[in-house]
Structures are given as C-alpha cells and as structure tokens.
C-alpha cells in the first residue's frame, strides 16, 4: 500500500476485538518506533508493551477510559531522558511522538488499530507499570484489531494548513 493511502485510512480506534495480537505484528510495531528518527539520532526512549493483568491498571492511570483495558495490547512511549533543542522545544516528547507515529502507521499496515491518548497521569502510570526513575511517560496508546470502523474525520483543505515562502 502507499504511505499516503495508509495515512488516509488510518483511524483512531476506541473499540477492539479481545483477540490477542500475534507476536510478529507487535515485533514490528515496536521495530517501526525503533527505526524512527532523533534529535541527534540519541534514541533516548523506551517502549513498553502492556498486556494482561497490568491494563485495568493502566486503564486507572489513563482516567478510566476503558479502550485501554479492553484492548488486548497498550503501548506506553517513555522519554529517558530530554533536552531544549535549539529550536526551544524539548527532544522527549518530540522524539517520542515521532516513534508513535511510525508506530501508528506500522499498525496500521498490520491490520491493528491504535489510539494516542493524552489523557493520561503519567505520575499514577509510572505507579501502575512500575517503571524505572527517569522514564517519563510522554504518550499512551491501546493495541489490537479494530471493532469499529470509524468514519473518515473531516480534515482542513490544504490552502488553510500549509503556505508557501520564496517562491
């Protein structure tokens, strides 16, 4: 499939299927985070791949929102470590929502819908998932095959998003 197609399809998903997701598609899932670019290609990040008894807690950290206990995958992309990068913005959370959406796309690709959460307390999933000082959770998503298929969401025509300089 293009990448523009995949774009174009992709969704978020709120509803999933209980079945569980085989190995190789959360191998390459994972491995398209991993192929994502860095500030200074340092790849200070880790993905935490949440199944089984940790999801209700997760689903607590994350106000509730039952997608992350229904699904039967989430993902949790944590920073380790951050800094201002010379255009001010800080590299964790820039870097990490870049590898979640490579994560997104490859999901996609697979068969499997995801759904970015920021609505989350990334204080109370630390808590939940036990992770290591210095791990900052930056973004949430549940993991799994889709029981819903969401209708397209009205996007901004390019005339009002993009502008051209120079020319």
């Avoid at 039952?66 to 001010?88: F, I, N, Q």
């Avoid at 959770?137 to 889709?146: E, N, T």
Wanted: glycine share 8%; hydrophobic share 45%.
């Amino acid at each position: 499939m293009e990448l523009l197609d995949l774009m174009r399809e992709r969704r978020s998903i709120r509803r999933y299927d209980s079945r569980p997701v085989e190995e190789e598609k959360l191998a390459k899932v994972l491995e398209a985070g991993r192929l994502a670019p860095s500030a200074r290609n340092l790849q200070e990040w880790k993905f935490v791949l949440v199944q089984g008894g940790l999801l209700p807690a997760l689903c607590e950290a994350c106000n509730g929102q039952a997608m992350v206990r229904e699904a039967p995958a989430a993902l949790v992309v944590c920073a380790t470590e951050s800094h201002l990068m010379g255009c001010g913005q800080p590299s964790g959370t820039v870097n990490c929502s870049i590898a979640l959406s490579f994560m997104l796309l490859e999901a996609q690709e697979q068969g499997l819908g995801m759904c970015w959460l920021g609505a989350f307390d990334a204080g109370k999933v630390k808590a939940a998932l036990s992770l290591p000082e210095g791990w900052v959770p930056v973004a949430v998503s549940p993991l799994g095959y889709p029981a819903e298929s969401p209708a397209p969401r009205a996007r901004k025509p390019m005339e009002e998003v993009a502008v051209r300089l120079g020319e």
